[in-house]
């Protein structure tokens, strides 16, 4: 997480920002391949029982607008990837399953199961036997289904998401940087959240097998994580996720 006062001017704090990374790949040995501008925005909101009765359970339901294109998205994270690998997040529809790991400061691993649902219409999710008969894993959470799902806080932002560069250690793996920002719907002031993130897809998982990285994009990756949290002036140690910023911080 960033101090988002360093982006009152959103492009500038971000040509800013892609200049310390880049000498930071660099000094780690890598090389940014593609530097880039482009920035898509969408409205973003999380979903909840009046008593955070998913949030209470480990889950978090976030529904993303962008022009006539809607997004629900259920996701389970814990610190014991066998806890998340586990949870049932299957849905009545077709969606697209993730599991990640986040490594957050300092070096805290969580896993991330999520299933992401799309479609043209806004989703009716209003009582909670709209979200079960959607994602009937949650069943068992024993949520009475007649329980009102509103905005959780009645908090909805306008998220910008700016991709930074594609970098490389060795002509390894890509890895992608990009910021993300979160403003009130008016998209005044400096932003309410700053985050910075970088990732790299696994290129080839064998069925039964642990995953695997080549050790330059592992080493290349640690040490660059590790100098970004050495820049004190552009962090900000004292914020939350953006998923607890919308469900617990306001």
Same mark, same amino acid.
Request: aromatic share 12%.
């Given at each position: ?88 997040? &299957?849905? !009545?529809? $077709?969606?697209?399953? /993730?599991?990640?790991? *986040?490594?957050?400061?300092?070096? =805290?691993?969580? +896993?991330?199961? &999520?299933? !992401?649902? $799309?479609?043209?219409? /806004?989703?009716?999710? *209003?009582?909670?036997?709209?979200? =079960?008969?959607? +994602? ?115």
């Amino acid at each position: 997480m960033l101090n988002s006062h360093r982006f009152k001017d959103r492009g500038q704090g971000a040509e800013e920002f892609l200049e310390l990374i880049a000498f930071l790949i660099t000094k780690e040995g890598g090389t940014v391949v593609e530097r880039q501008t482009k920035e898509e925005r969408r409205q973003t909101s999380y979903l909840d029982t009046q008593q955070f009765a998913l949030r209470q359970n480990g889950f978090a339901l976030r529904l993303r607008e962008e022009k006539d294109e809607f997004q629900v998205n259920l996701k389970y994270r814990d610190a014991d990837r066998y806890v998340s690998a586990s949870k049932d997040l &299957s849905a !009545s529809r $077709e969606g697209k399953f /993730k599991f990640e790991e *986040d490594i957050l400061p300092p070096f =805290t691993s969580k +896993f991330s199961h &999520s299933n !992401s649902i $799309e479609s043209d219409e /806004k989703p009716k999710l *209003d009582v909670m036997k709209e979200v =079960t008969d959607l +994602f009937p894993g949650l069943k068992e959470l024993g949520i009475d289904e007649d329980s009102p799902v509103t905005t959780a806080n009645n908090f909805k932002a306008l998220e910008v998401t700016r991709k930074l560069c594609k970098f490389q250690f060795e002509n390894t793996e890509t890895l992608k940087a990009s910021l993300s920002f979160w403003y009130l719907l008016k998209e005044t002031h400096w932003p309410l959240v700053a985050e910075f993130s970088f990732d790299y897809d696994l290129a080839n998982k064998v069925e039964g097998e642990l995953e695997s990285y080549s050790p330059a994009v592992v080493k290349g990756a640690s040490g660059f994580f590790r100098s970004v949290l050495n820049q004190a002036g552009w962090l900000d140690l004292t914020a939350t996720t953006k998923t607890a910023f919308a469900l617990e911080v306001l």
